[in-house]
C-alpha cells in the first residue's frame, strides 16, 4: 500500500480524509513522520501556505507528502476570513471565538453568500502539484447542529437547508471543499 503523509493534527481532518481514500493509501501523521513542532503558515494566499506546508515536511523527511489549506471567503466581507480562517478571532484556532466574531461582523448583512476552498499540495518524488476544491454556500444567521468543527455549525452548502454541522460526516464529505480536493487527489495518487 502507498504510503504518504499528511502535514495535519487535526484529528478531524484525518478521519475525514483516510474516509475518502477508502484505505487505499496509509496516512502517516506529522507526529508518525517525527514532526512536533507547529509547521508556520504565514503566507498570503492558501495555495501558498499549503505548498509551504508540503516543502517543509518534504524538506525535514524526504518522503512523499501532501498538506492542505482551507479558507472561508464571505462576499460582504471582502473575502476575509479567507486565509486568516484560523485565526480570525485569537492567534489560536478558537473555533467558537472565530464563529462569534463572524456571525457579529455578518449582523445586518443581506448578501450571506460565501465558499470554503481548499488546496491540497503534493509533493511525490520532489515533483508538486495542488489540487483545489470549492463549496459554495451562505453564512446562516445563527448556529446549528453539532457535528463537525469550525465554522461548520454557521455554514449552509448551496442546495441543502441543513448547515455542515447538521449533515452526516459522509453527506458533508460529499459535497464538502476538502472532500473535492481529496477527490482530485486520491484520483491522481491511483491512476
Ligand atoms: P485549515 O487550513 O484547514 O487548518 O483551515 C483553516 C480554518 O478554516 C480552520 O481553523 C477552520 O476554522 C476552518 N475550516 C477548515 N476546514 C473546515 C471545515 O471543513 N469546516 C469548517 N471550518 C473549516
Same mark, same amino acid.
Given at each position: ?14 478521519? @475525514?480524509?483516510?474516509?475518502? +481514500?477508502? =484505505? ?22 492558501? @495555495?501558498?501556505?499549503? +505548498? ?7 524538506? !525535514? ?20 476570513? =479567507? ?8 492567534? =489560536? ?11 457579529? @461582523? ?30 459554495? =454556500? ?19 452548502? @448551496? ?24 477527490? !482530485? ?7
Amino acid at each position: 500500500m502507498k504510503k504518504i503523509i499528511f502535514a495535519t493534527n487535526n484529528a478531524h481532518k484525518l478521519e @475525514e480524509v483516510n474516509a475518502i +481514500l477508502g =484505505g487505499e493509501i496509509e496516512l502517516i501523521t506529522l507526529k508518525e513522520a517525527g514532526i512536533v513542532e507547529d509547521i508556520p503558515e504565514e503566507e498570503p494566499t492558501i @495555495e501558498g501556505n499549503a +505548498l509551504a506546508k508540503a516543502r517543509y515536511v518534504w524538506q !525535514k523527511t524526504g518522503r512523499d507528502c501532501f498538506a492542505d489549506d482551507t479558507g472561508l471567503e464571505v462576499d460582504a466581507l471582502g473575502g476575509a476570513p =479567507g486565509v486568516h480562517s484560523a485565526r480570525y478571532a485569537t492567534d =489560536g484556532h478558537d473555533f467558537a471565538a472565530n464563529r462569534t466574531k463572524l456571525l457579529r @461582523e455578518m449582523e445586518g448583512k443581506t448578501d450571506r453568500t460565501a465558499r470554503f476552498r481548499t488546496v491540497i499540495a503534493l509533493i511525490e518524488g520532489g515533483k508538486e502539484r495542488c489540487f483545489e476544491g470549492i463549496v459554495e =454556500g451562505v453564512i446562516t444567521t445563527e448556529e446549528r447542529g453539532e457535528g463537525g468543527f469550525g465554522y461548520d455549525p454557521m455554514f449552509q452548502p @448551496e442546495g441543502y437547508t441543513q448547515t455542515f454541522s447538521e449533515l452526516s460526516p459522509e453527506e458533508k464529505n460529499a459535497i464538502s471543499h476538502r472532500g473535492r480536493a481529496v477527490k !482530485k487527489l486520491a484520483e491522481w495518487l491511483n491512476q
